[in-house]
């Protein structure tokens, strides 16, 4: 139960580092779980709730260094078009969170599986985004 409440509490906080971790150390690093413990948890997704709400927190924390990934390599490609992406990056991550966030509370209320509902969404929402982001072009 305790791991069911830190990841309800964590999951909030959406940043990566800016390099490039594994999903089980960022997962481990923010929960205060050992890696071992992160680790048995994501080995078998169906085990029990807590597995699967850090399996889709995991999933969501890989679409989203995805996405930091993607937006990095065009801000690369056209550092004029920095400023103007971030801030439709933000723009869309902000709706997507809203979105996800409405669903997963109308599906689910307050419910044990609600977390993952949510982390289900964003993660599909943003794979959504990081198609986006690689058409953005800066006019």
Known sequence: MKSVILFAG???CTSLRAETVSPA?????????PAS???????NCDANQTSM???AWRDRLVAEQNLHLVVLRKEAESPACRVRLEKQ?????RQRDRV?????????????MR????????????ERLIEKVSAFHCR
């Open 10 to 12: 964590v999951l909030a």
């Open 53 to 55: 709400n850090f399996c």
């Open 37 to 43: 413990e992160v680790a048995a948890l994501l080995e």
């Open 25 to 33: 150390d960022e997962i481990a690093s923010r929960s205060g779980l």
């Open 89 to 93: 990056v933000s723009k869309w991550t």
């Open 100 to 112: 996800c966030g409405s669903q997963s509370r109308r599906e689910w209320g307050d419910g044990s």
């Open 115 to 126: 977390q993952a509902a949510q982390a289900t969404c964003v993660t599909k929402e943003t």
